[in-house]
């Protein structure tokens, strides 16, 4: 893989790989997320293909009423602009089997019993009524994140699956939960928070 690779599954279960993009569209900074936007619309609109994300942290650069982590060393949106994707029935398989990782969360035991705490509470009080309580994990870094990708694709078996890689930095997205899915003027939404049966 190489630098501004991607690849995602199409929705009908086959996979997308989109090479060597011909221009890059990144916002570093909240106010530049907008602008940044704008430009992949622009894109689309003229039938260019356009693949990559946008991170959560973001959405204080179209919101400032959103509150999130300051932005990092990694984009807030990163799109780039494509000739059109290969089709492939499979992943390609990887250069090299992905090592065992040795994950660790990023609280403490008590942090997050406080935190669980406090979730009650709130929703004991009528504050809110769900909370997507999510922390991070960390391992040290592997010598082929594509190959913890096709690992991790394999255990889940997701159908939104997706392999962003930025050189110095990858995204391994295996994520059960299809945020939303534009199909010309429908928009398709299949979240799973709080939707999915308990078990």
Same mark, same amino acid.
Request: hydrophobic share 40%; proline share 7%.
């Given at each position: 893989?190489?630098?501004?690779?991607?690849?995602? $599954?199409?929705?009908?279960?086959?996979? *997308? $790989?989109?090479?060597?993009?011909? !221009?890059?569209?990144?916002?570093?900074?909240?106010?530049?997320? /907008? +602008?940044? =936007?704008?430009?992949?619309?622009?894109?689309?609109?003229?039938?260019?293909?356009?693949?990559?994300?946008?991170?959560?942290? /973001?959405?204080?650069?179209? &919101?400032?009423? @959103?509150?999130?982590?300051?932005? &990092?060393?990694?984009? =807030?949106?990163?799109?780039?602009?494509?000739?059109?994707?290969?089709?492939?029935?499979? *992943?390609?398989?990887?250069? #090299?089997? /992905?090592?065992? @990782? +040795?994950? +660790?969360?990023?609280?403490? &035991?008590?942090?997050?019993?406080?935190? =669980?705490?406090?979730?009650?509470?709130?929703?004991?009080?009528? &504050?809110?009524? #769900?909370?997507?309580?999510?922390? $991070?994990?960390?391992?040290?870094?592997?010598?082929?994140?594509? !190959? *913890?990708?096709?690992r991790l694709q394999a255990s889940q078996l997701s159908?939104?699956?997706?392999?962003?890689?930025?050189?110095?930095?990858?995204?391994?997205?295996?994520?059960?939960? @299809?945020?939303?899915? @534009?199909?010309?003027?429908l928009i398709r939404a299949r979240p799973m928070k709080g939707t999915a049966p308990r078990g």
């Amino acid at each position: 893989m190489a630098n501004g690779d991607i690849i995602t $599954r199409d929705g009908h279960g086959k996979w *997308l $790989r989109f090479r060597n993009p011909v !221009s890059v569209h990144t916002a570093m900074e909240t106010c530049e997320v /907008a +602008s940044v =936007l704008e430009a992949v619309d622009v894109a689309v609109s003229k039938g260019i293909p356009v693949a990559g994300f946008i991170a959560y942290e /973001a959405a204080s650069g179209l &919101d400032a009423a @959103l509150e999130t982590h300051a932005p &990092d060393r990694y984009p =807030l949106v990163w799109f780039g602009e494509y000739s059109a994707p290969d089709v492939l029935d499979a *992943l390609p398989p990887p250069r #090299q089997p /992905a090592l065992d @990782l +040795s994950w +660790s969360p990023s609280t403490s &035991d008590s942090e997050y019993a406080e935190a =669980l705490g406090r979730i009650k509470r709130y929703m004991l009080a009528g &504050d809110t009524y #769900q909370v997507n309580f999510t922390i $991070r994990l960390h391992a040290h870094a592997v010598d082929d994140a594509y !190959s *913890l990708f096709c690992r991790l694709q394999a255990s889940q078996l997701s159908e939104n699956a997706a392999y962003v890689d930025l050189g110095e930095t990858a995204i391994c997205s295996v994520s059960p939960e @299809l945020f939303f899915e @534009l199909d010309g003027d429908l928009i398709r939404a299949r979240p799973m928070k709080g939707t999915a049966p308990r078990g």
